[in-house]
């Protein structure tokens, strides 16, 4: 069983930034994906950054919506997965989920609030 914590969610105006944490029980070079997805009241989950073969450093790829802004990385002493988001528009407010897949099997962490004002 994979926990997954994220913290870093806020409120924010646009055209400011943020960075999402999140916090593996797992070592992360273990896992064989991480993701962050969001979800907006009334739309689908999405995925919106990805990093894949992390045990050989990571691929990342990203939404075409927020390619150029949002920056997905690791921190492998610190298991941690972080996404670094930069010039925010209010279209980014959702919630945001990380996300792991090790062995076929995926989690979720419990999400945290991202609300950027106009």
């Known amino acids: 069983q994979v926990q997954l914590v994220e913290s870093g969610g806020g409120l924010v105006q646009a055209g400011e930034s943020l960075r999402l944490s999140c916090a593996t029980s797992?070592?992360?070079?273990?896992?064989?994906?991480m993701g962050w997805y969001r979800q907006a009241p009334g739309k689908q989950r999405e995925q919106v950054a990805g990093m894949t073969s992390i045990p050989g450093g990571g691929t990342p790829n990203y939404a075409d919506s927020v390619l150029g802004r949002f920056t997905i990385s690791i921190d492998g002493p610190k298991n941690t997965l972080y996404l670094q988001m930069n010039s925010l528009k209010p279209e980014d407010t959702a919630v945001y989920y990380c996300?792991?897949?090790?062995?076929?099997?995926?989690?979720w962490g419990q999400g945290t609030q991202v609300t950027v004002s106009s």
């Open positions: 797992e070592r992360i070079f273990f896992l064989n994906a």
């Open positions: 996300h792991a897949k090790i062995l076929s099997r995926d989690y």
